[in-house]
């Protein structure tokens, strides 16, 4: 579990569409440096330092797991993706987007690339207004006072005026669900994804512990035999892990990730039992089922058989070497029957088969957006 750390960002732009250029700012930000707790109002104002057209200036309150130098990276980044060309010269200029790092928790922070306080936010009117309209309580680390307080002692005589413009704060997924559970075939990357969300979002992991169970490894020598006992063993360990997560939630996360739901039991259950034994695993599961709490959202990660077979040969696990390309299309379609039939549960499905989420940053970026922006 990454820190999280509370950042007070100033934006502003006088270039083009002005508001546009910050809500795409705003949006970035949501999107790879963290979650926006607060928006300012937007404040118009003059150029400082220099002749120009107005400013749109805001401030936002972010709460990251970035540190301060990766944050500032990330910022530089979204700067350039909206067509700012920063110079070596130190003067002011026009710009399509001008974002600053005023405060990152109460640190004091002296780099060759950062200073944190922003070393002339106290000089600022169109810095210090918005920046107090969102946090007039909090304490400059330096100057020990509140920015209310700095606002006041401020000797910036320029005008600044409240616009009657409007943007729209990105809502985080910890705001939108409290139980996201991650499904998927063999090797599909569900629990890399429940792992990367868990840690951008500070959210409470629940992963299978499928690696303590014995009959795993027995299961694939000898199916037939194994079966049984292996799925029962499953959904035992299942459902004791989902009653005693579920039922209480941590008082610092209200976000909760799993890499299964308990109807994965029935699905595997489906294709490995002999037609006795899956009655009477039917009526065990059912029972249990009316316990289990319901996903808010239930993400299903497609990928293809090829792709599979593929990431289960590179993740090494002796006992599923042998695993063949029919048992997993019977897996597919187990897992299709079983989302067309649960029309209650909020199911989303995401064809992975082209991404590599891993590895690369945008494909993950395209998934939590298919995932933050899906409405039943």
Sequence with gaps: MRIVRTTYLSLGSNQGDKLKNL????????????????????????????????????????????????????????????GRERSDKKKYASRTIDIDVLLFDDEIIFSPYLIVPHPRMLERKFVLVPLTEIAPNFRHPIEKQTTLMCLQNCDDKSSIEKTEENLVRPISLFEKYNYIAVEGNIGAGKTSLAKMIGDDYNAKLV??????????????????????????????????QLTEDLAQFDLFKNFIVSDYYIFKSLIFAQVSLQKEEYALYRKVFDVMYKEISKPDLYVYLYQNTDRLIENIKKRGRDYEQNIQADYLEKIHSGYATFIKSEENLNTLIIDISEMNFVNNSEDYRTIINKISEYKN
Excluded: H
């Excluded at 700012?25 to 707790?37: H, K, M, P, Q, T």
């Excluded at 107005?54 to 993706?81: A, G, H, M, R, W």
């Design 23 to 82: 809500q795409q700012a705003i949006n970035l930000i949501g999107d790879i440096v963290g979650s926006i707790r607060k928006i300012s109002s937007v404040y118009k104002t003059k150029s400082w330092g220099f002749d120009s057209d107005d400013f749109y200036n805001i401030c936002i309150k972010v709460t990251t797991n970035l540190n301060p130098e990766t944050l500032l990276n990330k910022v530089l980044e979204i700067e350039k993706k909206l």
């Design 207 to 240: 992963l299978e512990r499928f690696a303590d169970n014995p009959f795993l490894p027995k299961y694939y020598e000898d199916m037939e035999r194994y079966a049984f006992p292996l799925e029962m063993s499953f959904l035992a360990d299942r459902y004791n």
